[in-house]
């Protein structure tokens, strides 16, 4: 009867241990073998495990460590291995929601964007990419090794033959954007081969660190993903520290534009761009898939505070002549039809390039655009210090900013 008591007292503890572990968590890590479904693999869910196993706890999906539909001990050695670095294999969710089982350790990649690439080489893994998709080989001062390598067709329309054919075999594992190639260009041609394919996005800001977390895990860089969420996190929690007190009648009206009265709504990544430093976004309730051609009478209307028009062309790390992007904010100044809207009476038109306002880099931006948006609350940041240290340390590029790039205009 003694004995009962105890292994029951040393339940309870373990369950409030496991229980308040997970209830810490502000996201699930989608690595199977996070039992307690918090953040991170690590010891408690190996107790989780156990509980479960005790009949103490309800199971979970991702306590399938093993993913055999068998919650057992097996699925125990599996979180222990995962927490060591030791794995065979490891199975995912990825962005699409989608389960994935990849063979550790992962060896040969291709990938279909540069957001998945640059991610990649912050966590030192760029030596894995046998096979690139265009433009990233057009990218060639940013990427000087990676646009060398070969193509395996367009980041929306693969070629499967030269992917299958790549010199060294065909990869491990085929990166590419959720919605990207879509799924019977590329999942359902990859059928009969061994070729995995797992979609992430790293240009949405609000994932991007949940994202590189589970890069991590993939390819057994967690330290490495953990210093680049440590360095995002410094800037980035400054931002909705001070953007969480800001009264909402203070904040200014935005309108985000892609391209001549052509709106970002709520459903685009680049409406964060808007909201996290400490903006509203006037038509971010059109829905629309994410962008919606409007008229310019419903810009007059809303009267917007700033406009901020993203650039997809002329600009970035391979560009050192600004004259597009002034030109491109010239124009926006110079619609006669918007000639009373505050936004542009006030000269807060910006125009921040495409390629530096996603993907791991967004941390710069964001700082950037709340510069724009509320300069005097965030005089102390500085977007091209932010920036530079992100490309020295994380990019390991000998890019000196003071030099090369187009990025924003005008500068915060």
Request: proline share 5%; charged share 25%; aromatic share 8%.
């Amino acid at each position: 009867m003694r004995m009962v008591t105890i292994l029951a007292e040393i339940a309870l503890c373990l369950l409030l241990l496991a229980s308040s572990a997970a209830a810490a968590s502000d996201y699930t890590l989608g690595v199977f073998g996070n039992a307690n479904e918090d953040d991170t693999v690590n010891m408690q869910d190996v107790t989780y495990t156990e509980l479960i196993i005790l009949e103490y706890r309800d199971k979970t999906e991702l306590a399938d460590a093993k993913h055999d539909n068998k919650i057992n001990m097996q699925d125990v050695t599996q979180i222990e291995l995962v927490i060591l670095g030791k794995e065979k294999e490891l199975t995912i969710i990825d962005t699409a929601d989608r389960i994935v089982t990849v063979n550790k350790p992962v060896e040969r990649t291709v990938v279909f964007n540069s957001n998945i690439a640059e991610s990649m080489r912050a966590l030192d893994v760029k030596d894995t990419i046998a096979g690139i998709a265009k433009p990233i080989d057009e990218m060639q001062v940013y990427f000087p090794e990676i646009s060398k390598l070969p193509t395996v067709g367009d980041w929306m329309a693969p070629d499967i033959e030269a992917m299958l054919s790549l010199d060294g075999g065909p990869p491990d594992v085929a990166f590419a954007y959720v919605s990207w190639p879509t799924p019977d260009l590329l999942e359902d041609k990859l059928a009969g081969t061994d070729v995995k394919v797992i979609r992430l996005e790293f240009y949405k800001a609000e994932i991007l660190t949940e994202e590189m977390e589970l890069l991590g895990y993939i390819f057994g860089r967690r330290e490495e993903a953990d210093e680049y969420i440590s360095f995002h996190d410094e800037y980035v929690d400054i931002i909705k520290e001070r953007v969480a007190e800001i009264p909402e009648d203070d904040k200014p009206t935005v309108y985000l534009e892609i391209s001549d009265y052509k709106a970002v709504t709520g459903e685009a990544g680049g409406h964060q761009l808007c909201v996290m430093p400490g903006g509203i976004n006037i038509f971010a309730d059109l829905g629309g898939g994410g962008y919606v051609t409007i008229d310019p009478e419903d810009v007059i209307a809303a009267n917007p505070d700033v406009i901020l028009r993203q650039m997809y062309y002329d600009s970035g790390y391979d560009e050192d002549d600004p004259t597009e992007i002034i030109a491109l904010r010239d124009s926006i100044l110079n619609r006669t039809v918007l000639s009373e809207v505050t936004a542009v009476t006030n000269g807060d038109v910006f125009v921040i390039s495409n390629e530096f306002a996603f993907g791991p880099d967004s941390v710069a931006s964001l700082a950037c655009i709340a510069r724009w948006f509320h300069p005097d609350l965030f005089e102390d940041l500085d977007p091209q210090a932010i920036q530079q240290e992100y490309l020295t340390e994380f990019q390991g590029l000998d890019y000196d900013l003071d030099e090369h790039g187009v990025f924003v205009y005008p500068q915060p």
